[in-house]
């Protein structure tokens, strides 16, 4: 998962516990640095600092958000009416922490276009990801490099994603191992995770083959065959355009590309999703 956060939220947060500490100030300048902070301003403070914190989690600040906790310790703590002389310091260090918190961090801009493939694990619709959850992690990775515009790696996601499909396909018709070799006499067998795409869409090839034979001819036989048949060319089809390329480093893609992977994706899991599931 990735460390999402909002920048807007973070600078008003940060505004806000600034115009706090000019507040202060001035109260100070106007009424000594003995004068006792009013509660309404007080829990304002720490309503904005609480925040803050939770805030300073989510951007991995864990020393800013291990000062503002000690610094709301100091301010809420039983029985202390905390004046200026208090308050102050209070929060020019916080401000300062996490202000150093972000000198140390590098941070990447997703844009608005980019946004909804951020930690989203169903990238490709409700169904897929209750017919395939097994393909979430590499569909929320898919997403997320989509989002940074690492475009070669999302490709390589979403060829890991069409194997999830490939093998609840195989397993649809009761291939679980694939046949080493052809060769006559030699029965070795490899399973189905670890055999070559080619070695399994050849086994499917030939079990849709055989079931197609023992099929009667009317709506049955032709609603397997519409099923069968347009999903393997379509297999094979990501297989040569993509898969082999991406995975032996012949090929990088741009955005355009990593886009329209994603719709044939999409295409081939959501139409697997209506008759077949690893579930």
């Known amino acids: 998962m990735m460390n999402d956060f909002s920048l807007r939220d973070a600078m008003v947060k940060m505004d806000l516990i600034a115009s706090a500490h000019c507040a202060c100030t001035t109260l100070m300048t106007t009424k000594g640095s003995s004068f006792a902070i009013h509660a309404s301003l007080r829990s304002a403070i720490v309503e904005k600092v609480t925040d803050l914190s939770v805030l300073c989690v989510a951007m991995g600040f864990d020393d800013a958000s291990q000062k503002l906790a000690l610094s709301l310790s100091r301010i809420t703590e039983p029985g202390l009416t ?140 032709q609603k397997f065959q519409e099923f069968y048949y347009p999903a393997l060319q379509d297999i094979r089809g990501l297989r040569d355009a993509w898969r082999n390329h991406v995975m032996h480093t012949r090929a990088e893609y741009t955005r355009e590309d990593a886009i329209a992977v994603l719709a044939h994706v999409k295409r081939l899991m959501q139409g697997l999703a209506i008759r077949v599931s690893e579930v």
């Open 82 to 221: 905390p004046n200026v002389a208090i308050m102050i310091p209070e929060m020019r260090h916080i401000i300062e922490a996490v202000e150093l918190n972000a000198n140390k961090h590098r941070f990447l801009n997703i844009l608005s276009d980019r946004a909804e493939y951020l930690d989203n694990n169903k990238l490709l619709g409700d169904d897929v990801h209750s017919a395939f959850p097994s393909a979430a992690p590499d569909l929320k990775e898919a997403g997320n490099c989509l989002a940074v515009e690492c475009n070669t790696a999302a490709v390589f996601h979403l060829m890991r994603v069409v194997e999830w499909g490939l093998r609840a396909l195989a397993a649809s018709l009761g291939v679980r191992k694939i046949r080493a070799t052809k060769k006559p006499g030699n029965k070795k067998y490899t399973p189905l995770p670890y055999a070559e795409w080619e070695k399994i869409l050849d086994g499917l090839q030939d079990a849709v083959d055989a079931k197609m034979q023992k099929l009667k001819r009317g709506t049955a036989k």
